[in-house]
């Protein structure tokens, strides 16, 4: 089976390499003129799902929009992740886990791979606990050719002086878990490792010596649109890891609904100037 990399490459080509954040916030379920409930959430997903069709290579759930909602907001999670691969995307879900190892090995089975509960083809963790207690989730990404994205540099500002902290070697805090996710990958031998980095497409070109210790690695680019970054930011700040990219967008395009045609019309505005930027046509 092709790897996480590999299919993503290959979806790029057909569909732009666009990552479609799926946020049913609260705000935005009500914008839509929708109830704060399961059933308006299974809505919600779905007609974004309908308009997305084959325009997008990756769609990322944030599972706090769903979690909040308790067991019936998880069930629907599982329900929006079976309608990202039948649309034939990627999913990614941006749970933000990170703990112990014999916990860690138990997030990495609800959300990687075929068999698990929520079968994701990726997740999105946390480095606080350790970069070495991640390894169950990395190992779990190799051994069902899924990805992990490990937060690096997020997009919101409240994060810089934690991942800015120097290291006693010198190295800040972003640039140290870049070489361990750098050295993990090497350790496969694959061009391209299951484990990326989550980048934010905010950061300024303070991030580019955090690039590029990264050359084995996808990089996730939240924070496009409403968070105020644009893809001409990405492709000025982000250098040759443009290629490997993937810039999500969420609000800016989730807000257009409830129409269908709206939400086509952004998505297809966004995917040709990913495609413009990453250099494709």
């Known amino acids: 089976m092709p790897s996480f990399a590999q299919r993503f490459f290959e979806l790029a080509k057909e569909r732009s390499p666009l990552c479609l954040g799926l946020d049913p916030s609260r705000d935005l379920i009500r914008d839509w003129g929708l109830k704060d409930d399961a059933d308006s959430i299974r809505r919600f997903c779905g007609v974004v799902m309908d308009a997305a069709a084959d325009r997008v290579a990756v769609v990322k759930p944030q599972s706090g929009f769903f979690e909040r909602l308790g067991p019936s907001g998880l069930s629907e999670l599982a329900r929006a992740v079976g309608l990202i691969r ?42 606080y606990l350790g970069f070495g207690a991640l390894r169950p989730a990395f190992d779990r990404a190799v051994q069902h050719n899924a990805s992990v994205f490990v937060i690096v540099r997020s997009s919101n500002p ?28 090497d350790s496969l031998g694959h061009e391209i490792g299951p484990i990326g980095a989550l980048i934010g497409a905010t950061s300024d070109n303070v991030a580019a010596t955090t690039l590029s210790r990264l050359p084995r690695s996808l990089i996730l680019a939240p924070g496009v649109g409403a968070q105020g970054a644009t893809l001409d930011d990405i492709k000025s700040n982000f250098g040759p890891a443009i290629s490997r990219t993937l810039p999500s967008v969420s609000r800016s395009i989730l807000r257009q609904g409830p129409s269908p045609t709206a939400l086509r019309e952004a998505i297809d505005r966004y995917r040709e100037h990913a495609w413009r930027a990453a250099g494709s046509s």
């Not at 138990?106 to 698990?116: K, T």
């Open 158 to 185: 409240e994060g810089r002086a934690l991942q800015d902290a120097k290291l006693a070697d010198g190295r800040t805090v972003a640039d140290a878990l870049a070489d361990d996710i750098t050295a993990f990958n």
């Open 86 to 127: 039948e649309r034939g995307a990627l999913s990614i879900i941006d749970c933000k886990r990170g703990d112990v190892l014999g916990t860690m090995e138990g997030y990495a089975e609800a959300m990687l791979g075929a068999d698990s509960g929520f079968s994701g083809n990726a997740m999105t963790v946390t480095a």
